[in-house]
Every structure is written in C-alpha cells, then in structure tokens.
C-alpha cells in the first residue's frame, strides 16, 4: 500500500517539465474552444504534433520497444487530463491499433502503423448498431465473401470520431445462422471506402459521435482481422480493455479503475464548489454557513471519493453511478447559477456540475451500460449464476 | 489540490498485511460464531471473547512502542476492525483503542491506568463530533474502566472519568454496551489534557473512530451480502434460481461494489493519516460517512433478500441489520461527518483558488 508522491530522477524531472512546456504550448485556448464547438473530442493539429514530437509512439509502445518508462507513460497521462487534451479518438486509435498488431498480416501493419504513430492515421470502433445496444454480438452488419474482396452492407451507431478516423475497426456477421459468438469476423475498413456514409449525432454532453451507414462496401480480404468467424476472439482483447476488466499494476502507477478520466469531471465539479461555497455574498454569508449547504456537499465529497477508490469494473461503475447521484446535489448546492453553462456570463462553477450531469448518462453507457457490468459482478464475482430472462419473442412477421 | 500530482496509488497488502488478517479472520470465525454473538446481546459485550482479543495482542497492538505497545499503524487497525464487523464480535474494541491511543496521546497513561494498554481495564470515549455537554449515551459506557470526554468548557479540558458503580447498560439497536453517562455524577475525574493541542488529540481520535468504523461496516456489509448471496443461489422461483433475476443480482452486485470502495477508502483514509496526516484528513470521515449510509441500506437489502426467512429475528441478516444501524449512530448523526468534510474539503480549495476567484 503505497500513496506516496513519486520521486523523479534528474531525467524525469526534465521529462516533466518538457511534458507540461509542450502542453501549454499546444493545448490552446483555440484548441479548447474549437473542441467544444465541434464536439469532436479530437483536434488535427494537436494530434500530428503529438505524432511528430514523438508522443503517440511512446505512449503506444512498451518501454521495451521504445516506449515510455512506467513514470513517464503515468506523468504524461495525468498531464495530458490537466491540459483537457481531447483524448477520444488517440483512446480508439490505441485500442484498435493493438488488434492490428496482434491480428493484421504484416502489409496491413506497415499501411497503418507508421501513419498512427505519426498521427495521420486514426482508427475507431464500428461496434454498435442501432438495434443491439450493449451487446455486441448481436450484429446484423453483413460482409459476403466475393473471391478476393467482401461486399459489407448494414449500419452502426456510435462510431465516435469515425469524421476524424480513417479506418474503422468493423464487427460484421459472415454467418448468421452460427451461434453468435461464431458468426462474427472483424475488418479493418478504409472509411474512404465507396458506399460509406457517416452522419454525425450530437449527444446531451456536447460531443459528436456518428452513425454509419455501410451500402454495398468492397473491401479487400487483406483487411480482414484474424480468421473468418472468429471476431469475437480478434474484439475481446481490446474489450476487455475498454471494460475495465484488467488488474492493477502493483507499482501504483496506473488508474485503478478504467473511466478515471471521465470522473475527472466530477472531481473538478467537486473542488469548485467547494471553493464556490466559501466565497462570501455581498451580505457577508456564505453558502457553506447553511448546514444543509455543507451537509450535502460533504456528503457529495464522501461518496465521490468512495468511487474513486473502488477497482477495476466496480470502479467503473461506482464512477459513473456516483456521477448521476451527486452532480444534481452540487447544482443545488450553487442555485440557480449552475444553471448556466461554461463560459456564460455568471455561471456559478463554470458550468462544471450541470456538465457532468448531462454528461453522466454517457458514461453509464459508452463501452457497456452499467447493467452489463452489474451482471459481470452478478456472474463472475458473486457466482449468482447467469443473469436470467424471459424466452425470445417468436417473430411474427 | 492539486488532482493531477503524481502519487502512487497502490492499495495492495502486504504479506504481513494478508497475515494480520488471515489470523483475526481466524480468530473470529473460530471464537464468535453467530450464537456467541446473540448470546452476549443482553450485555452488549462478551467478556470471554474480549480476553481472548486481548491475549491475541489486538489492544496492545495499537500503541506505540514508546507506550508498551506494537506500534501498529492504522492500515493494520483497519484490518482487525473489517474482522470485528464481519463477525458482528461483541466487543468494544473500536472504542477501547481509539480511547487508549488518545491518552496515549495526551501523554495520560499512567499507574491509573495501567491496564488500559493490555484491555484489562477498558477505555471508552464519547464518539459524538457535535458533543453537548451534560448526560449523554457512551457507546461501551456501561462496562468500561474509563471514560473519557471533552467538558466542553472554554479551555477545551479533555477529562477522564470514573464510577465507582458503572452506568447501566441501555438496550439500543446497535446491541451494544451502551449508558446514559453523566460528567457530573462520576465518582473521579481527572483532567488529562487542556487547550488547542489537547481537542486537536481528541478530534484525532474521533477521526480514527469514524475510519474504524467505516472498516467494520465493510466487513459487516460483505458478510451479510454473502449470506444473502448464498441463500439465493439456493432459492428457486418458477424453476431458476433467484440470484439469476437482475432485481436480485443487481442490488448485490452493488453491495459487492460498496465494499470494494468502501474498503480502499477506509485504507487510504489510514494510509494518510499514517504517513501524511494534513494531506487528506476529510477521507476518514468520508469512509465513515459513505459507509453509514450504505451499510443500512445493504444491511436491509440483504433481509429483503431472504423475504420472509429474512426477516425472522433468529436469522443471521437481522443481526447484521440493526448493528449496520446502531454501531455508526453511536457517534451521533453521520451528518455532523459530512459537515466535517465539507469544512476540510471548502478550506482547502478555497486557500488554493482564493485568489483566483
């Protein structure tokens, strides 16, 4: 059990300081605006930059080859959340590249690995569609071989950042009367690719996300990862990743939970009202001097700190729970000046609490709801058996 | 503070952590068994049970060694109290040593007290934040040696108390040893320390109350979450189990998420108040605060759970239901917790965006 600040050498603290020189530097005003304005949670020019001073790589690649120490991958994270980079397509790009690795013929790797590193190319996740929801193996996009190529047609929502990508890292159904976990094969498909459309959605947070819609798409077999209907080997890797479902290193240097970054929000919410409350009104009082006013913000405090202890996929969900339980209590807490958004004129907490309220939602739902999660818990930690429910609808029509 | 600082967060245990704690787990599950515990209600404590403890070295354990004592941190002391909560054990270990500990503090451990180090004479303390002067409820009043509590007067005296017939127990919730105490009518009373530094020893020791507290809730809530999980494995409704019904699974998979927060934020909370003790002195109370309201609502879900077989007053998750209630109220309203870390929480952020806002 170790919470200890960590000591740097010389060459991290040298390190440290070109980190947060560099961010300063790239991570403008501009930057942040735009990124609100878009939604996009990404930003070109920040990312090539990242990419040509050699970030992408060392963060991506194991010390061993390369790639940052354990203190200096774990000083760039937290750097880069003081900063507000935007982090959503890098977190897929990452994700998906690791399958590209693990799964692509060696001519797939050499097209897309150096242009990741380099930050021109970027990938993201074509999982959901529009009827499945959480469950990912419940895929109606169909690919059908033709000789060499596979003829892709259905839809997928949420392909965040899928404007912004130039591959999307595609789950598709190649044989539907298998049992689902057989049925699946995964492609990594050009996005530049004829009888793509993707049609961007706004969502209560601010961000932008996509759907996709998939007519007719030839893709060449070299982009196919790993065997035909055994997708569902080639997705879990970065599943489990996006789950959460991975154990702490023992040197502390990591998160203990995954959606660490999303509580961030949270945290920053919680700090500033604290601040806010002390702040005293033209009459001289404070918020706080209301006991109902320091009663609920320390409740806020308790609960969110509670979350922020708990590991690995009841972290997650503890997070995202807490999230919805206690930003409407910090809005409260401000009155009605929490209101009022980031960057409106007298917003109480610069819109920080009414934005992880809107934004709540999303986390209980990106990359698993957090009913799946609770069945994960249900299932795999308390042995509760399989979640049970009622038979299929026999279809009528 | 700053969020972004680079630390270390590590909640692993260590080898002579999982010791500790295999060997009270041992301990207990061997010498308090659920009929041990319902047997010593009419008391509040089990007196068998508490000289076994002692013999283990679970009081002396939380002294210093320049006091006689092992020196023991307040991550080992969680250990114990997950164990006490666990079990439900009958005795007032929680309040003897953070009582003991503070007098230790107070450099007031002397031939008086003697035997306060090896639990021969027990120590108990009024656990309230918000502590009015005059009669209160002590928490293990009606068996312990020496009570202490603040006067409440000007110069903040902390003052050790006395009786020559202890106070009588009052049936309560939390079945525990618990008296209707009057400062005035005790037969001693001994100033043991005055001032800033000797109120600031004693809200130590309300810290460290309310940290072990929130680590027995733990083990109290994981306990009776297991019991209601076993049990539903093993009841069938329309042919399945109902542990595989979500409006089963659900709220169990929250109570398991309860503990595993709970629990690391009991141990942070201690990790601090170890090694930095300025750093994150509202975590303490947030454990505690976290865990008081969770425990009564894991503790009565895992009744529900049981339904009818739940709620029969010989069942296990009954026990564990009215101790998830009265073990934390004895310190009065969690409430006054929460307002303690709010305090700690707006001091801070305000002196650090002071001027910024």
Known sequence: MDFSRVELSEEDKTFYDEARTFLKTHVTEEVRRRDRETGDNFDEGLHLAFGAAGYLAAEWKPHSEGGFTRVRRRIWELEKRRAHVPWVTWGTTAMVARSVVKFGSAELQHEVMSGVFAGQLRLCLGYTEPEGGSDVATCK????????????????????????????????????????????????????????????????????????????????????????????????????????????????????????????????????????VTQPDPSGRRLLDDQSVAYRLGRSVARMEAALSAPNIFGRVAIAQTMRDISPDLMDILGAASALSLGTDGAADDGTAEYVYRFAPLVGIYGGTLEVFRNMIGQYMLGLGKPNYSPPLEKTS | MDRFELRRLDYSLSDDHVDLQTAYKQFFKTHCSIETVRAAEPSGFDKNLWERLCAMGATTMALPESRGGDGATLVDLTLVAEEIGRSLAPVPWIDHVCAARLLARLGALGADTAGVANGEQLAAFDARIDSAPGVRLIPSGSIADHIIVRDGSKDGAVVRLTFGTRPAKVDNIGRLPMAWVDPAAADTRAVVGSGADALAHYQRALDEWRLLTAAALVGLVEETMTIAAEFAKTRYTLGVPISTLQAISHPLAN??????????????????LDNEPDERPELASSAFVFMAEEAAKAATMAVHIQGGLGVSAEAAATAYLVRARGWPLAGGDPGASAMRVAEIVAARESALRGARV
């Open chain 1, 141 to 276: 996009t169909r690919a059908v071989r033709d000789g060499d190529v596979w003829i892709i047609n259905g839809s997928k929502m949420f392909t965040t950042g899928a404007h912004n990508c130039q591959y999307v890292f595609l789950i598709t159904n190649t044989a539907p009367d298998a049992p689902k976990h057989k049925s699946l094969t995964m492609f990594l498909v050009p996005l530049n690719s004829p009888g793509i459309e993707i049609q961007g959605i706004r969502t209560v947070d601010g961000d932008r996300t996509n759907i996709v819609y998939y007519s007719d798409v030839r893709v060449d077999d070299k982009y196919r990862l790993g065997e035909v209907n055994a997708g569902w080997t080639v997705m879990r890797e970065p599943l489990n990743t996006e789950h959460g479902a991975v154990a702490a290193a023992p040197d502390g240097m990591q998160d203990n939970s995954i959606m660490m970054h999303q509580a961030g929000s949270m945290v920053e919410a919680v700090d500033r009202a604290s601040a806010r």
């Open chain 2, 255 to 272: 109570m398991a998420i309860t503990v595993q927060g709970g629990r690391n934020l009991a141990r942070r909370a201690a990790w601090f």
